[in-house]
């Protein structure tokens, strides 16, 4: 079945410590997305690709970086200078007109 | 103010009450889309629409463009129903952007 895989689903990172989530698609999607969830809050966009090997920053796009090596991929690193990152990531991917598929998330959190 | 607004923040239902959550946008959309969030945090996509009304199975979704406003409807709930719902719009640039959702509860 086509869908979207994360991993790991639950993550520990030391302070300091640049951590990559991981983020696979196989529904030929075009376009990926990195969303950041907070508590109490709603989903914020971290970075979005639209096409392999180009990729732009989203609203809260400091202290991470991204990769679209592979239509399939789309690798979110989380890296020391983000100050608080503690938190739910999802990704997902969509293809005009057919909407957008969700993973099921990584939940990060600083040790 | 943010540019998607859903109420309730929270409802809790007795089992088989109907349901009703609403949601209102402030910006252009070329579609808005409910989403259903479980504990777990995985989120499933219920409906995406542009126009009018969509159904599947006990869930309904309407949408007035020229009020900017669109509501999610559940018909006999049943406490599988519990999670969060969110609305979310997607704008000429084709970014979604998401309401802070509401948490439903339903009661056996």
């Known amino acids: 079945d086509g869908g979207i895989t994360q991993s790991p689903k639950y993550l520990f990172r030391k302070e300091g410590q640049n951590v990559t989530l991981s983020c696979e698609q196989n529904?030929?999607?075009?376009?990926m997305y990195w969303y950041r969830q907070d508590p109490g809050q709603g989903l914020r966009l971290i970075y979005y690709s639209q096409i392999v090997n180009d990729f732009q920053k989203g609203d809260i796009a400091e202290g991470y970086s991204v990769s679209r090596e592979k239509k399939e991929s789309f690798p979110l690193t989380v890296t020391s200078a983000q100050k608080n990152p503690t938190a739910f990531y999802l990704c997902?991917?969509?293809?005009?007109?057919?909407?957008?598929?969700f993973g099921s998330g990584t939940r990060l959190t600083v040790v | 103010k943010n540019e998607v607004e859903q109420s309730p923040q929270n409802l809790t239902a007795q089992e088989e009450e109907f349901i009703t959550i609403n949601c209102s946008y402030s910006?252009?959309?070329?579609?808005l889309h409910w989403l259903q969030q479980h504990p777990g945090g995985g989120i499933v996509s219920l409906f995406m629409?542009?126009?009018g009304k969509k159904k599947h199975g006990r869930l309904i979704a309407t949408i007035n463009i020229q009020e900017k406003h669109s509501s999610l409807h559940i018909t006999a709930s049943h406490p599988r129903d519990s999670a969060v719902y969110i609305c979310?719009?997607?704008?000429?640039?084709?970014?979604?952007?998401f309401g802070s959702g509401t948490q439903l509860t339903v009661l056996p």
């Open positions: 910006v252009g959309i070329s579609a």
């Open positions: 629409l542009s126009s």
């Open positions: 979310a719009v997607t704008g000429s640039a084709r970014q979604l952007t």
């Open positions: 997902a991917s969509s293809r005009e007109l057919y909407g957008y598929t």
């Open positions: 529904l030929n999607h075009d376009a």
